[in-house]
């Protein structure tokens, strides 16, 4: 059929010739001619008009009559020149992307490892924020694909070989591109745009199915495959399992056991940058794991047998590593609190911390791409996020009355404090601040020094036995308070470095495989001192109304005086050890000079009230 025999149909408004009603929708029907059927891979073109008004229908159909015939002129006068079987190569090449995609997509949903790679296609499109509609997206994409099919508008699918750049929508012109280089191609032209047509049709139609596979839905790939290979109606899924790849390639580690898996996790700079005590936690936790569940293949690990594990693992006792426990494996222990009503739970809190560290190495699993269910990951979370303070863990601060009970004790007013940290810990504690770890773990040789204004200052960094810093922001300097000085600290700490000391208090070396240094003060502390000075009150999960009193309440005096004397708040967290979202600013700033946090915030730290005057003749100072 030659151009000048075929004439545009007369169509107006209201004709109803192109419209055909579809249950209560009409739809846009329009023949192609047979001379340029190949640049549309089919005979008749359809699209829903979006209502049941006749009229209406009527009205965009006849608009999208014309610009169908405009479309229809404008590639006959360009001169089509492809042949029927050169157009039929190019559909099956498409076909071939279209069946190559999904099997990829496919493989990785097998693996667990889908990343919805096909919505992350408009470079204009924050997708980072994770508050998109995948479903959404999609419809989006392939509305304005079908724009530009419909339009002819080829330029946005096609690379630009003068720039060498790619520019359009949903990166169709570089899918084009790499498919002719992976598959070593000589086409241009027509046939390149007769290609680029060919996958956006069949972008539009993967997207459909990306969005039936997103809720499970296989049946409408099975629809639409059918149409590409209508002898068979291969359901895309099978097809690409079952024919296109052996399950041996493409689960090459599927017969990896946890245990197997947990000393490769074990192994890897990730687990080994954590600290030692943390890394000791999931160590008992990933070995928990592995002796309930039993050291099988990840892939045969069943969601009702990790929803088993969790729920068990809730009642694991308090008290583990006693004389009569230490040998009992995660089970035993279990059974023994379900046994026992009188052995003490450990708290939802430690529970919740013990899952996570398992949740965290499934999805280490995850990133390296082994093969289990990946559905896992969100069974074996805890229940719920760790709230910033639990009810019955907030510290409240000390009293005056309450500190010089303590600092009015006999042991002070008589110097016969048995351990040099039980005179100096309370008092390091309610002028920096710090954390009773942090202040077992000072060494004398580097950790007290002075700064170029002459102040004398305590450097708390990671080069001490035990030490465990317990966030970055924990790294910093805290000027010393002029009463510490007064009662001797900078001439104690000269002479433990004098003696070649590596601990500020060496009494609480012990040989615990933790290496923490702390309990043994923590101990005297909570249980000996606080008594006999008459502080018994902490708070529990049953009286969360009361006080909860402890070392850690030094901290929060700390913190709270310098809130009321309206001291820089910036600094007093950079003393006491508290991370700042400072924003993008917080990348550029340095750290407040000694002299200035010593001026601002320390020298002006007062307790109004609190008498030390019994402790001035102690033997430090002397």
Not at 46 to 70: C, G, P, Y
Not at 102 to 130: C, M, P, Q, T
Request: glycine content about 4%.
């Amino acid at each position: 059929m030659f151009l000048s025999t075929v004439r545009k149909p007369r169509v107006n408004k209201y004709s109803c010739s192109n419209i055909l009603l579809k249950g209560a929708i009409y739809h846009f029907r329009q023949c192609i001619p047979q001379d340029i059927v190949p640049c549309f891979s089919k005979k008749e073109y359809r699209l829903s008009l979006h209502t049941s008004d006749k009229r209406k229908a009527a009205r965009k159909a006849a608009i999208m009559h014309n610009v169908l015939w405009d479309i229809f002129t404008l590639i006959r006068e360009d001169g089509f020149k492809m042949d029927e079987a050169t157009f039929r190569n190019i559909e099956a090449m498409a076909d071939k992307w279209l069946v190559e995609i999904l099997k990829d997509d496919e493989l990785k949903r097998i693996k667990g490892l889908v990343d919805h790679a096909f919505w992350h296609v408009d470079k204009d499109f924050n997708y980072e924020s994770n508050s998109y509609d995948f479903d959404s997206m999609a419809s989006m994409v392939q509305s304005d694909i079908k724009e530009a099919l419909k339009t002819n508008d080829f330029k946005p699918f096609v690379y630009d070989t003068n720039t060498g750049e790619y520019s359009g929508v949903y990166g169709i012109k570089k899918t084009v591109d790499d498919f002719i280089t992976t598959h070593a191609l000589d086409i241009k032209g027509e046939e390149l745009i007769a290609l680029t047509r060919e996958i956006a049709k069949r972008y539009v139609d993967y997207l459909e199915i990306g969005k039936a596979r997103e809720n499970g839905d296989y049946a409408v790939e099975k629809k639409l495959m059918k149409d590409i290979f209508p002898s068979s109606g291969t359901n895309i899924s099978s097809y690409t399992c079952a024919k296109a790849l052996p399950l041996q390639d493409i689960q090459d580690d599927s017969d990896v056991t946890i245990l197997e898996a947990v000393n490769k996790y074990y192994e890897t700079k990730r687990f080994k940058d954590l600290a030692a005590g943390t890394q000791t936690e999931a160590r008992r936790a990933l070995t928990d794991f592995t002796s309930m569940l039993g050291n099988i293949p990840l892939k045969d690990i069943s969601v009702a047998s990790v929803r088993t594990f969790r729920a068990r693992y809730y009642k694991m006792p308090k008290e583990r590593r006693t004389k009569e426990r230490v040998h009992l494996n995660a089970s035993q222990l279990i059974a023994l609190a379900e046994n026992d009503p009188t052995v003490q739970i450990r708290t939802e809190r430690a529970s919740c911390k013990s899952l996570a560290f398992i949740v965290t190495f499934f999805k280490w699993l995850e990133k390296e791409g082994y093969c289990f269910n990946p559905q896992i990951i969100k069974v074996i979370a805890p229940d719920k996020e760790k709230p910033l303070v639990n009810a019955n863990e907030k510290r409240n601060r000390y009293t005056i009355e309450e500190l010089n009970r303590m600092f009015h004790h006999k042991s002070y007013v008589s110097d016969s404090f048995r351990y040099d940290f039980q005179f100096w810990l309370p008092l390091l504690g309610i002028f920096t601040g710090a954390r009773l770890d942090e202040l077992c773990q000072i060494n004398p040789q580097d950790g007290i020094l002075q700064s170029k204004e002459g102040i004398w200052y305590i450097d708390i960094k990671d080069n001490a036995e035990g030490k465990g810093i317990k966030t970055a922001a924990g790294y910093r300097a805290i000027p010393i308070h002029p009463e510490l000085i007064a009662l001797g600290f900078i001439k104690y700490a000269e002479g433990q470095k004098a003696k070649g000391e590596t601990l500020l208090f060496p009494e609480l070396r012990n040989r615990r495989a933790d290496k923490k240094l702390y309990p043994k003060a923590s101990r005297w502390f909570n249980d000996v001192f606080k008594k006999e000075v008459g502080i018994t009150s902490v708070a529990t999960k049953t009286k969360k109304e009361e006080k909860k009193l402890d070392f850690h309440s030094f901290r929060a005096t700390f913190i709270d005086t310098a809130k009321q004397l309206s001291l820089p708040l910036s600094q007093v967290h950079e003393i006491v050890g508290h991370t700042e979202d400072r924003g993008v600013t917080g990348i550029y700033e340095e750290r407040y000079g000694i002299a200035i946090l010593f001026h601002d915030v320390i020298e002006k730290i007062k307790y109004d009230g609190l008498d030390l005057s019994k402790l001035k003749n102690n033997r430090y100072s002397r």
